[in-house]
Every structure is written in C-alpha cells, then in structure tokens.
C-alpha cells in the first residue's frame, strides 16, 4: 500500500510557480530519493508534505488519509518527522533535551499533573532514558550533556535525525543531510541511513541536491526540475536519463556564468 | 455635518504632527529594524529646546525651529552610537528593551532636572481666526500643517534624490550588501537617525505652540501613537507614515469630539491591533513569506 | 547505569524539596518573628509585601517571556484586571478573600485567552507592541468604568497580609518550577528555541503560547488581587506603562529562563526603591540605566537561564546531570 502519495501537489509564490503539479507516489518501507538542481522545488515539496506549507492546490494522502492543509503537529502525530536543510536544532539546549522534546507526541500525563508534578516522576525517568537510548543508539551517547550549538557539524546533523526519530516515525523526511558534510562524512551518512532504515522499519525519502548519496543509498529516485517531475527510475536509469543530464548540465552551465 | 468636518480639519494638523514623527520611526525601523522607543522622547526635547530658544534666548520661530531640529537631530546620533550600535548583532528584543530604557532615561532625567510640572510655551505664531463656513481654521492650524508639508516634501527629495538617501535605501533593502558595495553603513545608520529626530525635534515644537504647554512626559502617547501610524501605513514606508499619520491624526479628533476624549487613547491601539491582525504589514506595504 | 540508578535519583530529590521546604518554613517564622519583636516595622513590612507581589509577576512574566520566548510588554494590564475583578467580588459582592483571589486570576487568565488567541500569531517586537497596546486599552476601559469608581479610583478593604503573600508567592515559584520541568515546559521551551522545529516535532506551538500567557497572566491576576487587598485604593494609573516596564526590569535583570534570577531580581529591586523611596526619579534614572547596561554588557541578566542549585548534598553524586532549564 501506498504509505505517501501526492495528487497534483501545486505552490504559487507571488506569480512564480514553485512545484506544478506534483503526482508522487512512496510505498511502505521504500528507501527513496528526490533529486534536482538548486530551485527546482524540493524542499516546497516537503514544506507542504509535513504541513509547514499549505498548497495552493493538490492533494496530500498518507497511510489512506487526506493530510492537505493540516498543521505540521498533525502531520508528526500521524506519524511523519523531518530533519531540515539549515539545521533547526534547539541550539540553546543539551543533546539528551533535544531528543527528549521530540518524545512530545507520546507524553501521557496532562497539563494539571505537570502544574503540580503529580506523579510525573516514573514517565519523566522513562523519557529521559528512551533519549539517552536514542542517543547511544546513533553515537551519540557521551555528547547527552553538550549543548547542542557545540556539537560540530555531522553529529549537528546526526543529532537532527536522533530528534526526528524520537517521534517514532513511519515516514522520515530528509532534507539535504549531507550538505555540508565531505566525502567521509557523507559516506558515513550513507551507512547510518541504510542502518536506521533497517532497525527502526522506516520509509524514507531523501532530499539531495548532490547526486552521489542518493545514488548509493536509494533504490528508487525522483527528478525534479523547475517544479516538475522531469525522472523517475532507479539510480541506473537516473544516471543515464538525457533529461537529467541536461537539468544538471544546464545548472553546471549558469555556476560557470556566475 | 458641520461638527464633523470641524474635528476633521482638527485632526488634520494634529495628524500632520504625527505623520513628522511616525517618519522617524519608519526610516529608523527600515534601516535597522528597531522600534526605537526613545523617539516619542526626543520630540519632547525638541519642545524644550524650543521653549529655552524663545523664553531663554528670545529667539523667534525660525531659529528656534533649526535650532529644535538641530538638537534633536544630535540627540539622536548620539542615542544611536552609545546605546543601539553596540547591539547591532544581539536579538532584536534586546535591542527593543534598550529602547525602552534609553525612553525612561531621558524622561525621568528631565523630569528630575525640570521638575515634572508643565510650562506654558510662549506665542510664536499671530493667532488669527479664519471663520469658513461655519468652520474655524487657526492660523496656527495652517502654519503647522504648511510647515509639516514642506519638511515631508524636503524628505521626500532627500530620499529620492540625493546620493545620501539612494544610499539610506540601499542599506535598507539588504545592509549586508550596501557594506559590501562600499556603502559605510554607520554613517548611513547615523544619517537616518539625524534625519528622523530632526523631525521629530520640529514636530514637538510645533505641538508646544499649538497646545501652549510642555512637559518631560509629553512624547509617550504621541510616541506610541506615531508609531501605531508608521505601521499602519507600513512601517519602512516613508509614504506610509505620512497617511498613517493624517489617518490616526483625524480618527483620533473624531472620537474625542464625537465619542469621548477619554477614549482618545484607546483609538490608537485599537487600530494597531486591528492593522496587526488583519494586514500586518501596513496599509501600503507588501506581503513578506517567513523562509522555512 | 550510573546516570539513571533510580533509587539514588529518587532520594536525591527527595532531599532537595526537603532542604528547600525547611528553608521555606525558617525564612517565613524569620520573619514573623523579627515583626513580633518589632525589629521589622510597618514600613518594612508593606515593602515585603510588594517585594513578594513583585515576585508573583516577576516570575510569572518570565513563563511567557523567558520560557516560551513571547515578548509581553503588557503584564500590568492583568494584573490590573485581577486587581480590579478580586476588588469587586469582594467589595460588591461580599465574596469571600480567598475566592476573590481566585476570581482575579481565573479573569485575567481569561483576558490573557482571549488576547493571546489573536495576538500570538505576531512575532517578536510587534508582538511586544500589540501588549502594550492591550494594556494600554484596559488601563482605557477601567478610566471609563464609573461602577469601579472611573478615574478616582476603587477604595477596598485591606484583606491581604504578609502570610497571604509569601504562602501565594512560594505557590507560584513551585507551579510554574513544576511546570517548566516537565514535558509540557519543555514544549515552550521548544517553542522558544525554534517554533518551526517545534511544530515539526508534534508540538502544538499556538496552544503552548496561550497556555503560557493564560497561566502567566493568571498569576498577573492574583498578584493583581493581592495588591488591591494591601493598599486600600486602585486606579487606572498604578498600573500603567512603568509598572509594565518595572516586571520587565525584574525578568531582564534576573536572567530571561531563570525563576530563581526573576525571584531575586523582584527582591533586589524592591530593596532599591525602598532606599530610594525619597528619591523617586533618580531611581527611576537608575532603573532604567540598569535596563541599558544588563543588555549590553550582560545580556543573560544576574543568572542566564540557570537555576540556583544547592550547593551541597549530603548524598554522594554518581554522575553528573542537568535539568532542563537548569544547569
């Protein structure tokens, strides 16, 4: 069964045609890519698959249900969780806080037993240790206590992911995880994302703009260029698509002009 | 019908005074995002400034309006190098709270140097009556309104005319890249504010000949009010603040002669949170999407 | 094994709140011993009552402030309400102190309802404004209300004393304490932090907002009430601006994400007017120079966004941790 499927997914910025018509479908358990030179609509698609974006028009359905214009806490109760390109980590607060916000949707004690810390203490401790297991589970584990802004880069990134996975996602949503990040550490990215793929029994869809992580890891990729499907296959026939070719060719072109 | 457009031609000069300080906050807030909270307080130096000039130094009109606008023109540099510049990378809000203390520092150190009593200001201006149809216009009314316009008119060439302004726009639509074009953006930052208390310095002398009196707590509510019209005109839009200012100028007369003067005050505010929710960008601004 | 050894954790616990109880208690006798002895005297004592109404706003401006990141410059506005709501159930309906109290913060938690619903939407210093603006207009709506006595002013009976005070001013410390320290706090912090992030984590971040200005404004209210009861007449103009700006002045200084800086901020400050009472502008001259200096020189204010942690425990640490909101 389809777990993630667009209809028509449209955004209008002023007059400027962002995604046009977008029909997409992920199956439970697929491990995909969304590729696309810079601007072609990418992240607008994932803004307004996670409900950050309302569309314009189109159609949003996930696990059979219409999630079109619901807000972004709806989407992740149902099940969704995203990382973001600019990394949008609580920077002010510790790795293990970071986690333990994102295990929000599963907090079962109200507001009137927090006022008065009635009983919270056993589902506290339970929160606290679910994130210290996260954590230890992405390599994380001696960095609970570190500020998160200090973290440098990668475990930033990884850190991100860690948070999006304390939601207890079916669908994770990665935006861009390796930019930013040299070829070591997008390798290690590539293993990390194949290993919690597995383990946590996600589907995932990976945003990328640079071709060689989705390649390795995706077993189905998605071209997008100037908000529309110009691709679909796998990474062979991506590679191999005249289309594609020129979509990135004519980006390369307009660096060099610039 | 009559009484109507008596508080209209009322609101009219009272609004043309708002319109002169709504201009500070705009350009102020165009360049460096701040709502500098201390502007309502350098009006009220300028109407001291005016009334030391005439009382004091026996000055008539004109000098004593340069020389209003001259001070507060340097009150304002000054403000802005020792208090918000060394914020300019910090949160806005703490910029905004500074501005908060800056406007309590200036009026509680008049107020302890001046006492907190008003002072009667001294005639500039002839008071002759003109009876229009049943309407009375002063001539103060037609001075203040005449001496607003030509300001606004002067402002409007320095923006658009000279290279001072072209640069005051360029720093305003992106500071970062004016720097890089070799733009100095402290002096431009400096310039905004000079050019803005000048104005708010005329404004406040203008209101002290036109209500006779003055106090060290005078500039809060036309501070609060001018800021209330620079966003309902668009805050960052010098247009915008003129037509705030007549806007508030005018609605405000009309309660205080239809409704009562009590309510005068909650006009303003209830027309910012209207603008605030329904187009918070000003009656003559443009959307603006928050990048995700 | 080490980190969360539950037993340890427990006992740990249990004697900070033991520690912190019976320091409570043995400040409250202090006090009302010395005033027994006639050491502390009514002057004083009228400023430890404002000292503890200062704490009640202080702390409570912070929730919205400090915590969840919502610049509110219009606390005075609800405390006004509560003052003015807690005086007419007493004063014209007979109601009982304690439900007047009560009265006084459920309407102003509902004025902060229905103020914040349209209003948080606003960011940063529009949002700041549209407060002030809130304020400003109850401050209006009370001027023109001839039932609670317009511009004179509302004369009310004194029902508040320092017990009152320092029983309801301990009470808000420990609640909104509590609640910062749980999951739903955390989710304000969140929203602090990055409201985008937040609402991608399943974080309803408009219903945290009027959360937090309800509570914050409810316990504005009740402070609000308490003062009504203390100084025998209200009127529009105690709660203007300035008293908006002094609450401000507390948050700032305490450290914008610290209840115990907003406590000792309250304390501090109303220690300085008191000295100052004969000199009413240069403290206001000073108030405002300490506004300006704390956020240049000092932005965090006396504490950051730490908490006062005991400095000693008698029970052997294994391994190190930190609170959230605490360090």
Known sequence: MALLETKGLSMTFGGLRAVAGFDYILEEGELAGLIGPNGAGKTTVFNMISGLLAPTSGHIYYAGEEITRLPAHEVTKRGMARTFQNIRLFSQLTALENVMIAFHRHVKYGYARAFLHLNIGREEEEIRESAYRLLEEVGLAERAHQIAHNLPYGEQRRLEIARALATRPKLLLLDEPAAGMNIQETARLKTFIQEIHDRYNLTILVIEHDMSLVMGVCRRITVLDYGMKIAEGTPDEIRSNPRVIEAYLGEETADVAN | ?292 | MGLLSVPQHRLEKMERQLIWGAFVVLLYLLIIGLKALGIIDQYTTNNLVLAGIYVILGVSLNLINGFTGQFSIGHAGFMSIGAYFGAIATVKFGLPFALALLMGGLVAALAGMLIGLPTLRLRGDYLAIATLGFGEIIRVVFLNWEYVGGARGFSVPRLTNFTWVYVIAVLTVVIIRNWVQSAHGRACIAVREDEVAASAMGINTTLYKVIAFSVGAAFAGIAGALYAHYFFLIAPHSFGFLRSVEVLIIVVLGGLGSISGSVIAAILLTGLSMLLANWPYPRLIIYSLTLIGIMIYRPGGLMGMREIALPISFIKKKGEERQLGAS
């Open chain 2, 1 to 292: 019908m009559n009484e109507f457009l008596q508080q209209v031609i009322n609101g009219l000069s009272l609004g043309s005074v708002y319109a002169l300080i709504a201009l500070g906050y705009t350009m102020v807030y165009g360049i460096v995002r701040l709502i500098n909270f201390a502007h309502g307080d350098i009006y009220m130096i300028g109407a001291f400034i005016g009334f030391f000039t005439t009382r004091v130094l026996h000055l008539s009109f004109i000098p004593a309006l340069i020389l209003s606008m001259a001070c507060a023109s340097l009150l304002g540099v000054i403000i802005e190098r020792l208090a918000y510049k060394p914020l300019r990378h910090a949160p806005r809000i703490a910029i905004l709270i500074t501005a908060i203390g800056v406007s309590f520092l200036i009026e509680y150190s008049m107020i302890w140097a001046f006492s907190p009593q008003p002072r009667a200001y001294p005639d500039l201006l002839a008071n002759y009556q003109l009876q229009l149809a049943g309407l009375i216009i002063t001539a103060q009314q037609l001075f203040i309104l005449g001496i607003a316009i030509i300001l606004m008119l002067g402002l409007h060439f320095l923006v658009q005319k000279t290279k001072s302004g072209k640069a005051m726009r360029a720093v305003s639509y992106d500071m970062d890249a004016a720097a890089l074009m070799g733009i100095n953006v402290n002096s431009v930052i400096s310039f905004t504010f000079a050019i803005g208390s000048a104005l708010a310095g005329a404004a406040g002398l203008l209101v002290g000949v036109y209500y006779n009196r003055i106090d060290p707590l005078m500039g809060i509510m036309p501070g609060l009010k001018a800021f209330v019209a620079a966003v309902l005109g668009g805050i960052g839009i010098i247009p915008g603040a003129m037509v705030g200012g007549i806007i508030m100028g005018v609605a405000e007369s009309l309660v205080s002669g239809f409704l009562s003067s009590t309510y005068r005050d909650a006009v303003a505010f209830a027309i910012l949170i209207i603008i605030l929710l329904v187009k918070p960008t000003g009656l003559l601004g443009k959307r603006s999407v928050e990048k995700v």
